[in-house]
């Protein structure tokens, strides 16, 4: 059986695996309320690469499943860990290639009665390549989906395939490639996938006596080794149970300081409805910075959060406004302040995106009997040109905008396994006055009367997540960024309020 690889542009990164195999029975609890001891499910998966082409990449699924369930709540599966291994070939191929070290993410599911119910993602920092022998790598994995059990009875839960992105990296930790080559594995025939059964009740049911439904989080750490990068290298993380936590939990409030961020980014594009003059502006293409920190509470729930920064190019919109007159404007949506969200699993098992952001509105340019386009400039960026009569509006003409974003589970994806984007967002939003507006007269009162009220709409496209182990600064100013045609100017102010955060937070 063959894996099959599909590149997609952009920077990303990650290994793969699966391994030999064997399974055991998951779920049996010795007695009382001792909870269910963990089970391996080892498994040897086809891959196809790039680079090294044919391989077996043999992968170890560790965790733990509850003995029961209860209809329309959540299957509590225990931390998960992952171990895999990439064999010498590959290890040599990737090396003759130029490649030190690799970094990146691996997927691995399980599927509810052959039905892809749950996703575990492992986040695979920069990691040196052995220089002889197999790159063996374990570490903990967060669930990114934690489904609800459908209905009453037997329910078998199975290890899926295998789904990786690969980028290797050179001795600078530069990218050898551009491409990000995604690559899915198949399980090789004749092996037993099955992790175990979860015996599923009806709502209002008690557990057999003796049995625990739920699955408790041990307070020891689980270790993460990393063999074939420094010798004896381990990392501790505490486990969780899969259950993500809204931000407004206390235990969420604060992320502890000894736990490191992801850094990403999305392409972005998007619409703007103004209601007052049924007119759209489009914007980009541009993209958002997203830092992404996921820890456990300590009480079984995951927490996550995502600070996020809008960086968009200005764009133009032109309006016919009172159903005759043309009016043009040259608009640049931008942040003072980072933009906070989290991803909330929902009753479904669905991770849904909540984020608040607050933007302001700029009119770098107004005209009227006349339209605005963007033109390249002498510099190569994107600047306005405008017909008709231009209204002196000046550089501090703005509205300030609270968008709520809520994604909806048939638009979005957190973690896109398939190189695709990760979906859409809408917000309804009300414009409220414009504030500084006019060098020789003040504007504000035209400008709110004309675009300023309620029934307004943003959509926003998000592209591929693109992730950036390496970057422990600020991604605006990094290299954790999307290659536009036109950059954007940086928001100096946002990136000052960074610097001072992570200054007060030991370990940041």
Not at 121 to 133: E, I, K, Q
Not at 220 to 238: F, H, I, V, Y
Not at 406 to 414: N, Y
Not at 489 to 499: E, F, G, I, R, T
């Amino acid at each position: 059986m063959r894996a099959t690889a599909v590149f997609a542009a952009a920077a990303g990164i990650v290994s793969t695996a699966f391994a030999p195999a064997s399974s055991a029975d998951p779920t049996t609890a010795a007695g009382g309320s001792e909870p269910p001891k963990p089970v391996t499910v080892s498994l040897k998966n086809d891959c196809e690469f790039p680079v090294g082409g044919k391989q077996v990449i043999v992968t170890d699924f560790t965790t733990t499943l509850p003995k029961t369930a209860t209809v329309g709540e959540v299957v509590d599966i225990g931390p998960v860990t992952v171990k895999f291994v990439i064999p010498e070939a590959m290890v040599k191929a990737l090396r003759e290639n130029g490649t030190a070290s690799i970094n990146g993410l691996v997927y691995v599911g399980l599927s509810a009665d052959d039905k892809p119910t749950i996703q575990a993602t492992v986040a695979l920092s920069r990691t040196p390549l052995p220089d002889t022998g197999d790159l063996t790598i374990e570490q903990p994995a967060t669930i990114t989906a934690n489904a609800k059990a459908a209905k009453a009875g037997d329910t078998t839960y199975s290890v899926l395939p295998l789904s990786t992105l690969l980028t290797p990296l050179n001795a600078t930790g530069e990218p050898v490639t551009k491409d990000m080559a995604k690559v899915t594995c198949e399980i090789e025939d004749g092996q037993d996938a099955k992790l175990g059964v979860v015996t599923v009740v009806p709502a209002g049911t008690e557990a057999p006596p003796g049995v625990s439904r739920r699955t408790t989080t041990s307070s020891a750490d689980l270790s993460a080794t990393n063999q074939g990068g420094k010798p004896g290298t381990t990392r501790k993380t505490t486990p969780h149970n899969g259950k993500a936590r809204s931000l407004d939990d206390d235990p969420c409030a604060v992320i502890p300081p000894e736990i490191p961020p992801v850094w990403a980014y999305y392409k972005l594009t998007g619409k703007v409805r103004l209601a007052k003059v049924q007119g759209v502006a489009e914007f980009g293409p541009g993209y958002i910075n997203a830092r992404i920190t996921g820890w456990n509470d300590g009480s079984g729930g995951l927490c996550s959060r995502l600070d996020n920064l809008l960086v968009w190019p200005q764009a133009a919109a032109n309006f016919v406004t009172y159903n005759f007159l043309p009016t043009g404007s040259a608009i640049t949506i931008s942040q003072d302040e980072l933009a906070r969200g989290n991803i909330i699993i929902d009753d479904q098992g669905n991770p849904i995106l909540h984020a608040t952001a607050t933007t302001r509105m700029t009119l770098n340019l107004a005209t009227v009997n006349g339209i605005v386009r963007m033109v390249p400039g002498p510099d190569g960026k994107n600047r306005p040109l405008a017909s008709g009569t231009i209204l002196n509006v000046g550089p501090n003409c703005q509205a300030t905008v609270t968008l709520t974003l809520v994604s909806e589970p048939d638009k979005w994806q957190s973690s896109p396994q398939d190189g695709g984007d990760a979906g859409d967002v809408d917000a309804d939003f009300t414009l409220p006055e414009f504030t500084g507006c006019g060098v020789t007269e003040d504007l504000d009162p035209l400008l709110t009367g004309l675009l300023s009220g309620p029934g307004n709409h943003i959509s926003l496209h998000f592209g591929s997540q693109n992730f950036c182990f390496d970057v422990v600064d600020y991604p605006g100013e990094g290299p954790c960024a999307a290659d536009l045609d036109h950059p954007p100017v940086k928001n100096n102010a946002v990136a000052q309020k960074q610097k001072q955060q992570r200054k007060a937070v030991p370990g940041r």
